[in-house]
């Protein structure tokens, strides 16, 4: 099993940029594949990046793709969602989440998850 703890988020202009974090518990880490998803008010939650378990291959929106990053320190026990050139769209609580199958867009697909962090965007 494995506790997420996201971190990172809150306010920042259109065009800005924001790092959020994601620190995992437990000593297996590096076994599980990470994703990130958002969910914005009345909107359902939906699939940001994801990255598996070694780092070197990663999935995208298509809404954060040329923009936004996803990577993991496995020595750190934490993954990475480094965002630029920030939209009001972006505007949304940001979760973090795991899952020991291969990297997945479905958010049903992942059994742990952190409690998000907002963050928000404005023009």
């Known amino acids: 099993q494995v506790q997420l703890v996201e971190s990172g988020g809150g306010l920042v202009q259109a065009g800005g940029s924001l790092r959020l974090s994601c620190a995992a518990s437990g000593r297996t880490f590096s076994s599980y594949r990470m994703g990130w998803f958002r969910q914005a008010p009345g909107k359902e939650r939906e699939f940001v990046a994801a990255?598996?378990?070694?780092?070197?291959?990663?999935l995208y929106a298509d809404s954060a793709k040329g923009r936004f990053t996803i990577s993991r320190d496995n020595a750190k026990n934490t993954v990475y969602l480094e965002m630029n050139s920030l939209k009001p769209e972006d505007t949304a609580v940001y979760y973090c989440a795991a899952r020991l199958g291969l990297a997945s867009r479905r958010s049903n697909d992942y059994p742990y998850w952190g409690q998000g962090t907002q963050v928000t965007v404005s023009s």
């Open positions: 990255i598996s378990a070694s780092g070197a291959s990663t």
